[in-house]
């Protein structure tokens, strides 16, 4: 058999016929793998800060950017069903292999995604190994007790995997824009937050830490779709509008509280928040790689279970 060379036959080479290759019927499962090869190339650099850094700069990162999207809001939908299912594998493993314990911290203004982060990210996990803690305005006992008091009692135990809806950082959020504490206590609670999570990870647990950062224009949106939707209209709160105009303010708190907690040990992501969408992929591919990099193995066997037959 020649082989053809555009609609002519190049007698001068001879090849064996080739299999007709089969009908691609997968393009789905093809552009995933493909796409998950492009997602390992991509830098994390930009977004993640492992050190202290007072030149950190929140303002210099785009809220509606999406470093990590696929080209269109179909194929990072489909790239994010298929991290679902591949972290529920994950954690299955995880779980029986009870050497690490993962805390995942999302901090946010308003509106900015926490819960949904927490819905589309662990949504597909087994409840077994998997949990999350929300923290509001501490309770009068907890405010008798040192600020970490109350968080040291929520982190994960062995295997297990917990997500934290805000997180011990309200308290240098809140505090330092109300003028409750001054910098150098605002500074003292930085260096015993890296002291804490210092203590976390020397004990096994896998710290991850997400900022997720919204833009004014996205947030006002998003509240004003909570007060015209009745099925939204709970989760509004007459309190977000007086927060809201505390914008900058908080936006410097949240600059100052990743550029002095940003550590080897626990780094932060800055995650663009306008594309709920996107801020649940980049989540899940965070996730995903930090399990992925824990080598986990399921538990030796028992020898005994060899030759056992169930009658």
Not at 50 to 60: E, K, Q, T
Not at 68 to 83: I, P
Not at 136 to 159: K, M
Not at 270 to 285: C, E, Q
Request: net charge neutral; charged share 25%; hydrophobic share 40%.
């Amino acid at each position: 058999m020649c082989r053809t060379v555009g609609n002519a036959c190049d007698a001068r080479v001879t090849t064996a016929p080739l299999a007709r290759a089969p009908p691609y019927t997968e393009p789905v499962a093809h552009r995933l793998k493909k796409e998950e090869a492009q997602q390992k190339a991509l830098p994390w650099a930009q977004w993640r800060l492992s050190a202290p850094d007072p030149a950190f700069s929140l303002a210099a990162l785009d809220p509606g950017a999406k470093p990590f999207s696929l080209g269109s809001k179909t194929a990072d939908r489909e790239q994010l069903d298929a991290l679902a299912l591949e972290l529920d594998a994950l954690q299955e493993l995880f779980y029986a292999d009870h050497r690490h314990k993962l805390l995942v911290v999302l901090q946010g203004l308003d509106t900015s995604g926490k819960d949904g982060t927490l819905r589309a990210v662990f949504g597909r996990m087994s409840p077994i190994g998997v949990r999350t803690a929300a923290w509001g305005v501490p309770s009068q006992n907890e405010r008798a007790h040192d600020f970490l008091w109350r968080i040291h009692a929520q982190v994960p135990a062995a295997g297990e995997i917990v997500g934290f809806n805000r997180s011990h950082y309200e308290d240098v959020l809140v505090p330092v824009v109300e003028g409750q504490i001054d910098a150098e206590q605002t500074a003292r609670r930085h260096a015993q937050i890296n002291d804490f999570e210092r203590l976390l990870t020397e004990s096994g647990t896998v710290v991850l830490k997400f900022l997720l950062h919204i833009s004014a224009d996205e947030q006002r949106k998003r509240l004003q779709q909570r007060i015209d939707d009745p099925t939204k209209r709970w989760k509004f709160q007459a309190g977000d509008l007086a927060v809201r105009l505390k914008w900058d303010a908080y936006q410097q708190a949240y600059q100052a509280a990743v550029a002095a907690t940003a550590t080897p040990w626990a780094p932060w992501t800055i995650v663009p928040a306008d594309s709920k969408t996107h801020r649940n992929l980049m989540v899940a591919l965070a996730v995903r790689e930090a399990l992925q990099g824990l080598a986990l193995r399921y538990p030796d066997e028992d020898p005994s279970l060899r030759d056992l037959k169930v009658v």
